[in-house]
């Protein structure tokens, strides 16, 4: 790849914007098609308006065999021929830019809204939809499959469960799945557009709710891309109990997502007791910060709060029991043959089909890919502690619900070590005014899989640009694949192991 | 068998004694905001200027704080000089009206509950339908929890239901999205009436952090007639389960 276009930066390291090679689209579009054939994966892909008429193009390629992040970028007006047909994992990027920025992503061939909402460009649809008239959510051509024996189940927004909204659309043949179709969008606030500006006070309170059970991982991203712009050192200390608060968020949320799955294969011993433990990893979290999901800790500049001797004693000491009791109940999981003859072999994903829709997170962990952003592109305390890969290879719900057991496992033996060791020093250091003209992608490895944020500052030191990429944008094609050929029961199932986040994606 | 039967030994017994009990909160728990603006300095507009969601106003005596608004986030608490504006240890904060939610100095009495013979209705067995309108999932993890065996609502008769047709009313979460109102007035419709609407969260209540976005309707109360709000960013599990207690007069 001597010949590569494209600026290679670290997660996290800052670059004058005029570093970003400005390709014509034709070179963009192999550039990255060789990159992804070469082991590259789309981070983010997005337009960002330049002057009256056109919009630019930005790609981040995620490299994880250097450990680098590659970005180039290109103009385009009206459309520019699509990278889907030749490479799958840009298929949702894609529909996003021309819902956004009116587009036309020519030759692509699932091109749909997925936010249901205004293009950006006053005036301007990518399918010409009148602007007198109002945009209904999750209004558009569905998929269908033919056939007299053939029939449609439309599910959402609305569930059965205290869960966000979203629409599903399902092909089936008697009981078995042909085809399941997700559209999205009832969540959408408006994030990426309110951010243009700032910072405001405001800002860190968007990162916060942008996906409220990744408060850690979204604020981490956000301040770690403010620290780029404005040159800030974090203090060790502070890197340190942000690693702890985010493997706090993976503690909770895991434990709770196997008490979910416990549920839904009738498993009521594990579900109940998970449910009670997953709020006691919430208490951890508020233990340190008030604030069971994290609000308010992750600061620019380092945390909100200190965690004194006698407190990370306490936190030891509850981890340990709330981990014991955690093993406990899980244990009986595994241990049991009707759950694990549920979970085997149910909404499998291959891993040639994770790795062309580009998965990430558990999702991709199970599938075999040994994807996770802590040591791929390690940032903060991960540049010096290193937590090892949890990977499982059958890509079913077994392997997304064992893939969390020892991550489990590995997050509790990463919070007890770093307990033990916390460097003296500040929590907390002033951040100063953003460097103008300047761009940072900042990756970090949420529970759900990798969060990325990439922050443009103006000729002001403003924010011109932010782009959010909740882990769930990579993954909801990957539920949609998982439910071929299963039976319509078994949606919940595979629904629970992706969990993956509404609102993180609607923004 | 015998496995399940030690691990449920092991588990013990794990619900609390609320209301009885003295509720357990973190030391750094924010609860209801405590204000005091004789120690403002004249023409201090700091807190104003370090919320995130316009939820100050005033100064002096005539400081005040919309707990409808309020995030929590404390932002105001550091920029002000000691001993004006700090959170307290109350969790109990849900209002019958909106315009209790809004702090004070002195603090005038809350409206009492709203069509007492509606309410009572719902004493002894309480069902709802949760609806998440651009919730972030934080207030929706927070009412989920009540189900579970720490909380336990179901003791009180309080049960979170598959459909609105089951349901007495309507839990709210979020800020209520231009592309949910139309499926959360037909969820309320769906409710048979009396019904009862509870708006749980700050965006719920005012539309949050995310008030005055065009993407958003600032609440439910613009949609739906709301009975009870329940504040926080999201509230604290205790603070819901206080407000559905008064709802069914279970806590005064």
Redesign the interface.
Known sequence: MSQSPFLRVRNGEASPRREIPRLGVGDLRQGILAAVGGGARIAALFGMPEGEQAIRLVAVLAHAETGMLWLASAEVRDGYPALTPDCPQAHWFEREIAEQWAVQPTGHPWLKPI???RSYRPGQDAWARPSAEAI??CVTDFFRVEGEEVHEVAVG??H??????GHFRFQCHGERVFHLEISL???????ER?MVGGP???S???ME?????T?IGHATAYCQALEALSGCQVPARAELLRGIALELERLANHTGDLGALAGDVGYL?TA??C??L??DFL?LT????????G??LVRPGGTG?DCEGPRAAELQERLARTLR?TA??VS?LW?SPSVVARFEETGAVSRETAALLGLVGVAARSSGLARDARLDFPAGIFRLTRIPVCVWQSGDVFARAWVRWLEIQRSAEFIREQLAALPEGPVRVPVDALRPDHVVVSLVEGWRGEVCHVALTDGGGRLAHYKVVDPSFHNWMGLAMALRNQEISDFPLCNKSFNL???GHDL | MLRELLARIRQGYRTMPYPAGEPVLPDRFRGRPVLDGSACAPDCRACIASCPTGAISGEGSALSLDMGRCLFCADCAAACPPGTLRFGREHRLAAWARDDLVLRQPQPAPQAPPDPARLALFRRSLKLRQVSAGGCNACEADVNVLSTIVFDMGRFGIQIVASPRHADGLLITGPVTENMHLALEKTYLAVPPPRVVIAVGACAISGGPFVDHPEVRNGAAGIVPVDLFIPGCPPHPLTILDGLLRLTGQAE
């Open positions: 936010r249901f909402h209904l959510p927004p609305v059965a469960g205290v869960i966000e909204p969008g009832y969540q959408h606030r408006g994030i309110a405001t006070p405001r860190l309170p968007y709710t942008l996906a409220g059970d408060t011993p109940s007791y449910g009670r997953r709020g208490n508020a233990l340190l910060c008030g604030s069971r999901f609000r308010g709060f009791d406990g109940a009986l241990e986040s509404y609102c």
